[in-house]
């Protein structure tokens, strides 16, 4: 069983920017990838971007120049850096992880961008 625990939500003016930190239970590189999602109010869950364990990086297309996912194998946390915000930007961001086919969400923190 992973456990994920995301921090670094908060309420940020539009064109501000914050850091959303995924800490993992264990070594990241025994999950094959780590993704964060977000999800609005009476809006689906949707895919924000991954990172796998050989450090290849993927994004949804309306983030793609805003946002970026890295990673810090030592500290087994995986972050996502979002620049430019929006007001639509707005969510609860969640950290998920997959291994095999087992995968693992965690609690979510909230993002609020002012207009």
């Known amino acids: 069983q992973v456990q994920l625990v995301e921090s670094g939500g908060g309420l940020v003016q539009a064109g501000g920017s914050l850091r959303l930190s995924c800490v993992a239970s264990?070594?990241?590189?025994?999950?094959?990838?780590m993704y964060w999602y977000r999800q609005a109010p009476g809006v689906q869950r949707e895919f924000i971007a991954t990172?796998?364990?050989?450090?290849?990086?993927n994004y949804a297309d309306f983030v793609k120049g805003r946002f970026t996912i890295s990673r810090d194998i030592d500290k087994n946390t995986v972050y996502l850096q979002m620049n430019s915000l929006k007001p639509e930007d707005t969510g609860v961001y969640y950290c998920?992880?997959?291994?095999?086919?087992?995968?693992?969400w965690g609690q979510g923190t909230q993002v609020t961008v002012s207009s």
């Open positions: 990172i796998t364990n050989d450090g290849s990086t």
């Open positions: 998920h992880a997959r291994r095999g086919r087992s995968a693992y």
């Open positions: 264990e070594n990241i590189f025994s999950i094959n990838a």
